[in-house]
């Protein structure tokens, strides 16, 4: 039987989260896209704590012009911006079962650029 999109995505998705466990000192950036929008967190998951998180609804990113790439790339630098203010510096990249390409590449790149380092 042939998995939809949706469950095949949940598949690889658990299968990066058995590998990928954000603590305190290295947090995970995940990252949720959705068909409009995107969405990244930086995650402790031993106290199961948000520390920072950003997205394209965000007021600053939605005024702004661009296709939805270079608007990733915005999230990703105001993500680890927000991270770096809470004191994080090293990350964990979780894709959350996407194709490291285009809009979530973006958004990993904008961070890397802000300083964040994974």
Do not use: C, W
Not at 47 to 67: C, F, H, P, W, Y
């Amino acid at each position: 039987m042939a998995l939809s999109r949706t469950d095949r995505r949940q598949r690889l998705r658990y299968r990066i989260r058995k590998t990928i466990s954000g603590t305190a000192t290295t947090p995970r950036l995940a990252v949720f896209r959705s068909n409009k929008e995107i969405y990244a967190q930086v995650i402790d998951d031993v106290n199961g704590v948000t520390l920072a998180s950003a997205s394209s609804r965000d007021k600053e990113i939605a005024k702004a012009k661009g296709n939805k790439v270079e608007i990733a790339a915005l999230v990703g630098k105001a993500v680890a911006e927000k991270a770096t203010k809470a004191g994080v510096e090293k990350v964990a990249f979780d894709r959350g079962g996407y194709l490291y390409h285009g809009r979530v590449k973006s958004l990993a790149d904008g961070a890397r650029e802000a300083g964040l380092k994974f």
